[in-house]
Every structure is written in structure tokens, then in C-alpha cells.
């Protein structure tokens, strides 16, 4: 079989499951991590006859990746901030929302007169994606990841590793005041917590409800700001002066999160995310 034929097959079977667009950026991503050819290159050489043992890698990926399995944990590899990250279904996928978190922090960083800060946390880290980013940008800060998985930090260890960052990993249980007051303090506390309500879950895609982790999606409807507000609570003492806060959002409950800093003290700023959405606060 050609190489054509090969990415002609595996995109008209990825139709099944999603739209065209989406299937042939799969099969692109997939393609170039098989062969390890550019889409330029695999275009040129489409007459070419695939390898036996390129074939039976894409047919296993296509198998996953037709049970709903995301791209990214099927290659185990996902972009974030022009770095390659290692994921698996033990930390969320790298989202574009988190992206604009850490650029909205850097550009803030890189605007500020004065000393730059030294210490930062990034509280619920999962891949590691919103510390290294930031450590690669200011290598001269003291950057701390905390997280309660045991598994997440082992893949957020690797990618310290492989993008040489130096990363002071903690595993606790940030919602434990115990454990959580054992933290120095910050100049800068980071978060992408869990923000879904459990009622929510059934109008998430398929891929998202069933591979990622729910302890990093998902959290009480009772209580959908715990999280917050502990964070909230936590930064009142652990916040050095003129430090800041920022945290990820969901877009319905932006104005919620901005009224629980302002009771704990701090002034906000909501910003919109690409989709005009506001999906991100800053509380200092």
C-alpha cells in the first residue's frame, strides 16, 4: 500500500468519530509521528510504499484513537507554549485557555518595573505545562509545583527533565490546611484547579469524560469553589506585598471566583480569553 492510500484510508475511517477538519489534522499529527516526515515531504513521497511496520503503529493508533481516546494521549505528546510536553491519562491535556494564562503572567512580568519576583507556585500543576513555561521565560526564579497525584507529578518530573527546567516538586494535598500551611511564601500563585461541577460532566465531549482524570476536571456540585477559595484563603499569608494571583476559570462562574477574592481582601481583574470568553482572573 502507498503512503497516499495509507493517509486517504485512515482519514475517511476517522470521519466516523470527528469532523473533517479535525480527522485530517489527527492524521497529519499521527502520520508525522510515525514516519517522522514532514506533511510536505510525506506529500511528495505519496506514491512511495509504507513500511510494514509503520502500517500495523498507525493501525493500532487508529483503533485507540476511534475509541474516543484524544490524540495527544495516543501519541503521548502535546504541544503548549512552542514546547512538546509528555502527557498521559494520569494530567490533563495541555488546553489553548491555559496558554493564554501563562502569557498573560509572562507578559506581566516582563512589563514590570523593578525587581522580578523569585518565588513562585503553581498549585495543581498536573504535566508540569504552566511551571516549566514559566521557568523557561525567568530562569532565575524559584519555581515550586505542588499536586496531589503521585502520577501527575512523575509525568511533570519527566517533562522537567526533558525541557530542562528546574522545577521543586511537592506532593500534598493543597486543600488540607496541615499540609498547605507548610508552604513558604510567593511572589506569584498560579492555578488551573478543577473547576467543572460533577452536573456538567454528560455535556462533555466523550473524549474528555472518559480518558482525562476527573480529579482534575471535576469537583462538587455542593461546593464548585473550593478551590477558590482556599486558594483565596491560602494567598492572605502566603502572598509576599505587591504579589499576584491568577487562576483559570470556567466561563460561566468568572464573576463568582472574581467576588470571592474580593471578600478575602483583594482587587481583580477578569480577562477574556481568544473566544471573548472570561476564562481567567487576577487577584492582587
Known amino acids: 500500500m502507498t503512503t497516499g492510500k495509507a493517509y486517504k484510508d485512515f482519514v475517511t475511517r476517522l470521519k466516523s468519530v470527528y469532523d473533517e477538519r479535525e480527522a485530517d489534522n489527527i492524521a497529519d499529527w499521527v502520520f508525522e509521528k510515525v514516519s517522522g516526515a514532514k506533511k510536505l515531504e510525506r506529500r511528495l513521497n505519496r506514491n512511495s510504499e509504507i513500511k510494514e511496520s509503520e502500517f500495523l503503529q498507525l493501525q493500532n493508533y487508529l483503533l485507540q484513537l476511534l475509541a474516543h481516546k484524544p490524540v495527544q494521549y495516543v501519541l503521548q505528546e502535546a504541544w503548549f507554549y512552542k514546547m512538546k510536553f ?30 522580578k519576583p523569585k518565588n513562585i507556585i503553581d498549585i495543581g500543576t498536573g504535566s508540569g505545562c504552566i511551571a516549566i513555561s514559566i521557568k523557561k521565560e525567568f530562569q532565575n526564579a524559584a519555581v515550586t509545583a505542588i499536586d496531589t497525584s503521585e502520577e501527575a507529578l512523575a509525568v511533570a518530573k519527566k517533562n522537567s527533565l526533558q525541557l530542562n527546567a528546574t522545577i521543586d516538586f511537592i506532593q500534598l494535598d493543597f486543600l488540607t490546611e496541615e499540609e498547605s ?61 505587591e504579589g499576584k494571583i491568577y487562576v483559570e476559570v470556567h466561563e460561566n462562574y468568572a464573576a463568582d471566583v472574581k467576588k470571592i477574592f474580593e471578600n478575602e481582601g483583594f482587587k481583580v481583574e477578569l480577562k477574556k480569553d481568544v473566544y471573548r470568553n472570561e476564562r481567567m482572573v487576577k487577584a492582587f
Do not use: C, M
Open 181 to 241: 500551611n507548610q508552604l513558604s511564601k510567593f511572589d506569584i500563585i498560579v492555578s488551573n484547579p478543577p473547576y467543572i461541577p460533577v452536573k456538567e460532566k454528560e455535556s462533555l465531549a466523550k473524549n474528555v469524560r472518559e480518558h482525562e482524570p476527573g480529579i482534575a476536571l471535576f469537583v462538587d456540585d455542593n461546593d464548585p469553589f473550593i478551590f477558590y477559595k482556599k486558594i483565596a484563603a491560602f494567598s492572605k499569608d502566603h502572598l509576599n506585598t
Open 86 to 115: 509528555y502527557v498521559n491519562e494520569n494530567v490533563l491535556i495541555p488546553r489553548p485557555e491555559t496558554e493564554e494564562l501563562v502569557e498573560w503572567i509572562l507578559t506581566d512580568l516582563k512589563s514590570a518595573t523593578g525587581s
